[in-house]
């Protein structure tokens, strides 16, 4: 039996740290495979505006400096390879640029191949047809209603033209829209010489991936019991030691902050799931429900029992559109009935707007520190006794002109508005154009993944496979971390879902996520008896309980509950639903 594959993340988003590659391999230098993530569903729109200004544009610039980053580790004989989707609407380009980085830098044996075919979207502008499979995944229209106004469409490929790069002898890999998993089941798949229709290996693989593919969610950000994570200034991004049996270990470098544990491997487990008995990937369908963990040592956490289906029959696309514009500003507001002010103050602008003819798609009026994160708001008794709020106003229309003329009243407020206004030194707000996102569908057989391997200048291509290391690393020591904070066992009364619970939330277009973790197996029950469907929806504000859903996951002591539609105001503060996870822990119990 081979040893494990070992594969790190060190790029969870367009924006995430540059130097983390670096100095994962600085502690981890014999890695067989490090992933970069880059791609989220707006960013190849943003991308589309950067290359309709730029033929060589369309991807991150940061991918170049990330493997400038990564020169002083292959000078010295480093063999790990590199994949990442970083090549955005134009891996061609971003290939290039990061070739005549390494060859300036005397590193051009690095092999580098691209893999695209994911742009679907002159396909889907010449369809003539109201294709049932292109109507929006969230609301069920048709995509007549925007199909003039399409800036991208990308297919989410799987792994399979990734793992055939690799076997070409590709060092770093770089792909257009690729689901984030895919980049690790790919190093997996040809690391093992797994079949692609394996598909429980497959399904490990792509839970491996799941949870390393947001960098440093796994290894403690953003975890509900974050104050208590040591060294968060140097959080470490994540690892995975793969078996051949796709069980695997979740880790990180040696000597970073942070930690692993079950409790941050289930929140990010549950983090953006769906169904967890059926999560959809290119590569195969993903039973959650069969996982097993298990707390090896300090740092190390085993997770074992995936069980794989078939693939969906179709490959999702991410399309984008113009939606017209926006714009958003805030005000401080301090003082005795801060609050009261503000609202009187937001409701002002908009009604004196409205008075001139000047309305809008969307608006919104939000008092940061007074409820702005919970859906459904707090009532003015909640909030009287607060002295300070930020006040937030944002408008969306197709018209640019109302959004300009909005963009133009905010700041008379700070004559004519509350005392203790301030914080006007940001000036106006700005116009932006508004890119809307659009999840279908697309037949797997109109898809043609193309692999093109760029040979290295001045020696032969190196060879696909890695050379076999005669023993895994000796294993770390690390000092002793205190567990994550919880409640006194022996406390009798818990007021708060957060005194038994931990959680973790996100979006899917336009509908939210929220995973709820009981802290103690025993919690469990009361999970089941306490956190219903009617609950959640009344704490949220929801009064049409078909648009939540609540799925059970046991082996994990875990709940996941998708909110439909709760996201259908891009303009609220929290469009993504990142905050709603605390919001449900402040739910009361009984």
Request: proline share 5%; hydrophobic share 40%.
């Amino acid at each position: 039996m081979s040893r494990p594959v070992r594969i790190g993340n060190a790029h969870g988003f367009w924006g995430d740290r540059i130097e983390a590659a670096a100095e994962m391999l600085a502690a981890e230098p014999d890695l067989d495979y490090v992933t970069l993530d880059f791609l989220a569903e707006v960013s190849m729109s943003l991308l589309a505006v950067q290359q309709s200004r730029d033929p060589n544009a369309g991807w991150p610039r940061d991918v170049v400096e990330v493997v400038r980053s990564l020169i002083p580790y292959w000078s010295n004989g480093g063999r790990c390879r590199l994949i990442t989707n970083g090549g955005g609407l134009n891996p061609l380009a971003c290939a290039q640029a990061c070739q005549q980085v390494l060859l300036d830098a005397g590193c051009g044996d690095r092999v580098i191949a691209i893999v695209d075919g994911d742009d679907v979207l002159e396909l889907l502008r010449a369809e003539a047809v109201d294709a049932p499979l292109r109507h929006n995944l969230d609301t069920g229209e048709s995509l007549s209603s925007v199909r003039e106004r399409l800036v991208t469409a990308n297919a989410y490929l799987g792994a399979q033209p990734l793992a055939e790069a690799l076997s070409r002898g590709a060092d770093i890999v770089i792909t257009g829209r690729v689901a984030d998993p895919s980049l690790t089941v790919a190093a997996c798949a040809h690391f093992h010489g797994w079949a692609w229709d394996d598909w429980s290996r497959l399904a490990g693989a792509t839970v491996a991936g799941h949870l390393i593919e947001c960098g440093t969610q796994v290894t403690g950000g953003i975890s509900t019991d974050w104050l208590s994570v040591p060294n968060v200034d140097r959080i470490g991004f994540p690892i995975v030691e793969v078996a051949d049996d796709a069980s695997f270990v979740v880790t990180k470098p040696r000597g970073t902050g942070g930690w692993v544990n079950e409790q941050t491997v289930k929140e990010q487990l549950v983090y953006e799931i769906g169904d967890p008995g059926a999560y959809l990937s290119p590569d195969v369908t993903v039973s959650f429900l069969s996982l097993q963990l298990t707390e090896e040592s300090t740092d190390r956490v085993r997770v074992s029992g995936a069980i794989g289906r078939p693939a969906p029959t179709t490959y999702k696309v991410s399309a984008t559109y113009r939606g017209g514009f926006r714009a958003a500003g805030e005000l401080t507001i301090c003082g005795v009935d801060a609050v009261a002010k503000a609202r009187r103050a937001g409701d002002a602008v908009l009604d004196r707007l409205r008075h001139d003819g000047a309305t809008f798609r969307e608006s919104v009026v939000e008092c940061l520190g007074a409820g702005a994160c919970e859906p459904r708001g707090r009532p003015a008794e909640e909030t009287a006794h607060l002295t300070e709020t930020v006040l937030r106003i944002a408008v969306a229309d197709e018209s640019r002109d109302a959004v300009e003329r909005f963009s133009r009243e905010l700041m008379p407020l700070i004559t004519a508005g509350p005392p203790g206004t301030t914080g006007y030194a940001a000036g106006r707000p700005r116009v932006q154009p508004v890119f809307r996102y659009w999840p279908c569908l697309i037949e797997r057989d109109r898809i043609a993944p193309r692999v093109e391997v760029f040979e290295a200048r001045g020696q032969a291509p190196q060879n696909s496979e890695l050379a076999e290391r005669d023993s895994v690393s000796d294993s770390h020591s690390l000092p002793p971390i205190l567990n994550s904070a919880v409640p006194d066992p022996g406390r009798e009364l818990r007021l708060q879902l957060g005194d038994i619970a931990t959680a973790r939330s996100g979006d899917k277009g336009i509908h939210a996520n929220i995973g709820v973790i009981a802290r103690r197996a025993e919690d469990f029950e009361r999970l089941l008896r306490e956190v219903t469907v009617e609950r959640v929806a009344a704490h949220l504000g929801i009064d049409d309980l078909s648009r939540v859903h609540r799925y059970e996951l046991p082996n994990l002591g875990a709940l996941n509950f998708v909110i439909r539609s709760i996201l259908a105001n891009s303009l609220r503060v929290d469009a993504q639903g990142k905050t709603l996870g605390q919001v449900l822990l402040m739910m009361p119990l009984a």
